[in-house]
């Protein structure tokens, strides 16, 4: 199969020729249809210390057709269309049977959406529905992360809420506040070359952070945010978060920050608030985002800026690493472009 392999850090991805991958016990192998590209993937090949393995294939926001069955599957057939959390587990355990595997103690891996094949773990997988598009499919996986975050944040229907960044994360955070009841929802980022789209995913309202960004924030949302949700993944983001919560509300991190990121807790203590981290999402999560898109909920896919295939991946990877203004680009492993 063709795939982009990620050879080490500082290394643009190259485009190699290799085995096709052949299905484990518990495992299926899809021919990929789509996949994203997330800002974790340019983390995690950038050399910050927990970069993925030297020759890899990644690639973890895919979806595809289920093109072989492992010993042990009976919940997948070959034809099917699917997306599948990217690890697995021994599928016995207290987490893997409440379809939470990242909690398993034997806990594995499965990305590679960047090839033309890849293995997925049945048990983490979803069957989508026909309706469904490979960019809609592709898209389930960033769009659980942020269900996940903004379910943690409990929130009262009516809430005041503050989304910090207006990356994929961020856009998929204020969507699902506003589908679950937030009353009104502020963005706030660095830039504004974000602002429609974050409108048109649900926004309110959007602000630059910056001077006057507190008192420009209030306006919009009508008081100080019961909920602020961290989605930029920046070093000072956690302790602005605590600055604009109101004192009692809610702040939950879902950027995933892997650097040391300092707070003042004595302002967090004064001000009573609940901090929460949210790490991926569950099985249940991944099922919800494809019913909601098959119930015709189609703002997600304005976050797509395009659809690209493997040879150009390599040199368009090193430019969003430079910073090039895109939102959510899928690579089709089959496409020419």
Not at 62 to 74: F, P, Q, T
């Amino acid at each position: 199969m063709k795939a982009a392999v990620f050879k080490g850090a500082g290394i643009p991805l190259v485009v190699e020729i290799l085995p096709d991958p052949e299905p484990g016990e518990g495992q299926a192998v899809i021919k990929v249809q789509r996949c994203g590209i997330c800002g974790t993937d340019l983390h995690m090949t950038s050399g910050h210390g927990n970069d993925f393995p030297d020759n890899s294939v990644i690639g973890h926001e895919y979806c595809g057709e289920v093109v072989a069955i492992g010993k042990g599957v009976d919940t997948l057939k070959v034809g099917q269309f699917v997306t599948a959390m990217p690890v697995g587990g021994c599928g016995h355990c207290a987490p893997c049977l409440a379809g939470y595997p990242m909690a398993c103690a034997q806990m594995q891996g499965l990305v590679g959406g960047f090839g033309e094949y890849m293995r997925i773990a049945a048990q983490s997988s979803v069957i989508l529905p026909e309706t469904l598009s490979p960019a809609d499919g592709a898209l389930v996986e960033p769009l659980a992360v942020g269900l996940r975050g903004v379910r943690l944040a409990q929130m009262q229907p009516g809430a005041r809420v503050a989304v910090l960044g207006a990356g994929g994360i961020g856009l998929a955070a204020i969507y699902w506040a506003r589908l679950l009841g937030a009353g009104k929802v502020v963005a706030l980022s660095r830039s504004t070359r974000r602002a429609d789209l974050a409108m048109q995913m649900g926004a309110t309202g959007f602000e630059t952070l910056g001077e006057g960004e507190v008192e420009r924030m209030v306006a919009l949302l009508g008081g100080m945010p019961d909920i602020v949700l961290e989605c930029t993944g920046a070093v000072g983001m956690t302790q602005k978060s605590i600055e604009l919560v109101t004192p009692g509300g809610t702040v939950v991190s879902l950027g995933f920050c892997t650097a040391p990121d300092p707070i003042l807790p004595s302002l967090a203590t004064w001000k009573q608030v609940t901090m929460k981290f949210s790490f991926a999402y569950d099985l249940r999560e991944f099922q919800h985002c494809a019913d909601v898109m098959a119930a015709g909920h189609v703002e997600p896919r304005l976050m797509i800026s395009r659809t690209v295939g493997l040879d150009a991946l390599p040199d368009l990877f090193e430019a969003l690493r430079a910073g090039a203004n895109e939102t959510k680009i899928h690579v089709d492993p089959w496409g020419g472009q």
